[in-house]
């Protein structure tokens, strides 16, 4: 039943690991801490729900809260790759879902994540709302955050379409250039 609970050793991240994928990360005592005792957050949280509003909080604040958010992170990873819009050129079929986007703070705008890996911004057009980064602006501007990566977009000239025209094919993604977040 609480198999979900259980570390998988095939998906057990080595020091290595984190030195290749998250250099920044690995040399932060306090993540590497958060990391080895991840599971001690949501037992607290679990007990001061129930705590506080005895068994209903417990239920609606601790089970199905997590139930959602579980379901709702697989849902970027199947609907937005089904259904949706593709804004760029990327070497799978991700795509760009807005509801998948509502449910999930901007994780649907999936294309563009796939697009831009390393980008802390996923909603890049206008209407893409992009709730985390909005969040991640927000600790940026109260010095909780900083050196946030931002795609630079590199658009070139094609036949029938100015530059500054964002049609997909153009986009041009370097993971080595990135500017600054700025205000």
């Known amino acids: 039943m609480a198999w979900w609970m259980l570390v998988d050793d095939g998906s057990t991240h080595t020091p290595d690991y984190y030195k290749k994928w998250a250099p920044d990360l690995y040399k932060d005592p306090v993540h590497r801490w958060i990391d080895s005792y991840h599971i001690l957050f949501p037992l607290m949280l679990f007990g001061l729900l129930y705590y ?47 509801w998948v986007a509502l449910l999930t703070y901007g994780e649907g705008w999936h294309n563009n994540h796939h697009a831009f890996q390393t980008s ?35 658009q070139a000239s094609v036949a029938g379409v100015g530059v500054g025209a964002l049609t997909g094919d153009e986009l041009v993604d370097d993971p080595n250039e990135f500017v600054p977040s700025g205000f």
């Open 120 to 154: 802390a911004k996923h909603g890049l057009a206008w209407w893409e709302i992009d709730m985390t980064y909005l969040a991640i602006k927000f600790m940026s501007l109260i010095g909780v955050a900083g050196n946030i990566k931002l795609p630079k977009i590199r």
């Open 52 to 98: 506080l509003g005895g068994m209903s909080w417990l239920v609606w604040g601790g089970f199905v809260r997590t139930i959602f958010v579980l379901h709702t992170t697989w849902l970027v990873n199947s609907a937005s790759h089904i259904w949706g819009y593709r804004s760029h050129s990327t070497r799978d079929k991700s795509t760009n879902l807005w």
